[in-house]
């Protein structure tokens, strides 16, 4: 079956790096988009970054310049490299992919989520 596996977060210092990963698993067919969310708490679910088939990426203007979501295609995996962080980034991020899978003899589409991993943004 289909699953999102986040693995990276850590509490690090303002101005700091970090890159979360996410491991996708299973009999996949295609991968439509993946896409970074974060919800920090007292505020409503961001889209922080998104990756489309082709490689494309958006970002939320918030993080512009600063985070890079990347993928490995052959190992299912994709990456959100964050740079000159800031308290303000502090939160869970989940990820999300938009992805058609093998289910006995037919392909089905879904809006998969992961679990979400904490970040945390020292001062």
């Known amino acids: 079956q289909v699953q999102l596996a986040e693995s990276g977060g850590v509490l690090a210092q303002a101005w700091g790096s970090l890159t979360l990963s996410c491991a996708v698993s299973?009999?996949?067919?295609?991968?439509?988009?993946m896409i970074w969310y974060r919800h920090a708490t007292g505020k409503q679910r961001e889209l922080v970054a998104r990756?489309?088939?082709?490689?494309?990426?958006n970002y939320a203007d918030s993080v512009k310049g600063r985070f890079t979501i990347s993928r490995v295609t052959a190992e299912n995996t994709v990456y959100l490299q964050m740079n000159s962080l800031e308290p303000e980034d502090t939160a869970v991020y989940y990820c999300?992919?938009?992805?058609?899978?093998?289910?006995?003899?037919?392909?089905?589409?879904?809006?998969?989520w992961g679990q979400g991993t904490q970040v945390t943004v020292s001062s």
């Open positions: 990756i489309s088939q082709s490689g494309s990426a």
């Open positions: 999300n992919g938009f992805i058609t899978s093998q289910v006995g003899a037919q392909l089905s589409s879904y809006d998969y």
């Open positions: 299973g009999i996949l067919f295609s991968i439509f988009h």
